[in-house]
């Protein structure tokens, strides 16, 4: 499974992007989604799951109301929609499949990894 993000980028407080991550399998329909980051010095952290189907999502407090995931099972992608940017958000941004079961926003619980996407916020 190759996971393959984009769209990172600098940009203002206050301000959006959108991240991408496109999955190389069609059993990509079948696989929990996650975005997880991670800024220098700091453990990679949880931001945002989607379950099968994309019909329950689950995220971190510090992006609740700010962060949206979201699925495009077309074109086997997941998304990460943030507004409202803060320097804080500032990290290395990575997709995630296949939840292996235990805590939705823990690294471990996931399978397989893209090789990130920088994020930063000034």
């Known amino acids: 499974v190759q996971l393959v993000e984009s769209g990172g980028g600098s940009v203002q407080a206050g301000g959006a992007l959108r991240l991408s991550c496109e999955v190389s399998?069609?059993?990509?329909?079948?696989?929990?989604m996650a975005w997880f980051r991670q800024a220098p010095g700091m453990e990679r952290e949880g931001v945002a799951v989607s379950t099968i189907g994309g019909g329950s999502t689950t995220y971190a407090d510090s992006v609740k109301g700010r962060f949206t995931i979201s699925r495009d099972n077309a074109k086997n992608t997941v998304y990460l929609q943030m507004n409202s940017l803060k320097p804080e958000d500032t990290a290395m941004y990575y997709c995630?499949?296949?939840?292996?079961?235990?805590?939705?926003?823990?690294?471990?619980?996931?399978?397989?990894w893209g090789q990130g996407t920088q994020v930063t916020v000034s």
């Open positions: 995630a499949a296949g939840w292996s079961g235990g805590d939705l926003l823990r690294p471990s619980s996931f399978r397989y």
């Open positions: 399998v069609n059993a990509y329909r079948s696989y929990y």
